[in-house]
């Protein structure tokens, strides 16, 4: 089976949009990489995220990865000592130039924050609140809903299934898995397609000792040397910013590699949801991330 690769990038924050999206397009037009750009839509409350730190794994993480240096401090101040820039308002501009720029454009979140600290917990009509914040704003930026969603930090709910149901969108990309599946929950089983994240994340990787940078683009080659179709996801904050390079390197590797590109909306579109099959999302562990996200049962050891 040839090897596909999908690349699905999240932006979390005000500095991410503003400086780390628009590398990100010029790279991947370059490429003739289809991207698909998620956006935070609302407050950057990124300084909230310090509550993390009590959480198994999250201070290693952050020492790892060095989210300070890679985010910047008026990041990590954000809605703390500083107040909480709005992401959809300040940047409006970029959001449109990437579609304008052929790019497929989806909601990433309202606030990303509460999104991934608390959609576990939040009652159905808060999840509604929050998702219906991010539409609007999608609609006043791009002019008409979003058809797609991907939540920030892999967390979802039976809640925010049930949500993107309502708002009839094509696909959703919340969970780490192997293929493109119809998600069940808790009991419940849920409309809207699920096209998860098969490939380790670059932060999964950074700063561990197995894997020197010289080392992370070959392992990622190496993966994607198995065949059928990968989604990999990058962020705004990271391979637009201080990894671009390492990104650019993956790219053109990969093309050398004879790996073709496609686009999620792609995926989705030809996919026959009669013939998906139905798997349960449970929330566990991925190697390289504190706390839990979302996977899809017996996946998530099979990532690197």
């Given amino acids: 089976m040839p090897s596909r690769l999908a690349i699905k990038i999240d932006v979390d924050t005000d500095r991410g949009t503003r400086e780390g999206v628009l590398p990100l397009v010029e790279l991947c037009r370059l490429h003739g990489v289809p991207a698909t ?3 935070s839509l609302g407050p950057d409350n990124t300084g909230k995220a310090i509550r993390r730190i009590f959480r198994p ?12 240096s890679n985010y910047g401090w008026r990041t990590m101040l954000n809605g703390t000592l500083l107040p909480a820039p709005h992401i959809g308002r300040r940047n409006e501009d970029v959001m449109k130039e990437v579609r304008n720029r052929g790019f497929e454009v989806g909601i990433h979140c309202y606030d990303h924050f509460t999104w991934q600290d608390y959609v576990s917990v939040m009652p159905l009509a808060e999840i509604r609140r929050q998702f219906q914040a991010a539409q609007e704003e999608f609609v006043r930026i791009f002019g008409v809903q979003a058809r797609s ?22 696909y959703a990309s919340d ?10 929950m808790q009991g419940q089983t849920f409309r ?19 894997f020197p940078p010289e080392r992370i683009v070959p392992h990622y080659l190496k993966l994607l040397k198995a065949g059928g179709d990968s989604v990999l996801t990058i962020h705004a904050e990271l391979e637009g910013l201080a990894y671009l390079e390492l990104f650019g390197e993956l790219l053109k590797g990969a093309a050398g590699q004879g790996i073709e590109f496609y686009s999620l909306e792609e995926a989705a579109r030809v996919l026959h949801r009669d013939s998906l099959p139905v798997s349960e999302i449970k929330m566990g562990r991925v190697d390289g991330r504190s706390g839990t996200l979302a996977v899809v049962e017996g996946s998530a050891k099979t990532l690197f």
Avoid: H, N
């Fill in 37 to 39: 750009f998620f956006f």
């Fill in 57 to 68: 794994g999250f201070f290693s993480k952050v020492m790892r990865t060095r989210v300070a």
């Fill in 149 to 170: 969603a991907a939540a920030p930090g892999w967390q979802c709910s039976p809640g925010s299934l049930a949500v993107y149901d309502e708002a009839g969108l094509l």
């Fill in 175 to 184: 969970a780490r898995g192997r293929q493109p599946f119809l998600p069940s």
């Fill in 192 to 210: 809207t397609l699920q096209i998860p994240t098969t490939l380790p994340t670059l932060d999964e990787l950074l700063g561990r000792p197995e």
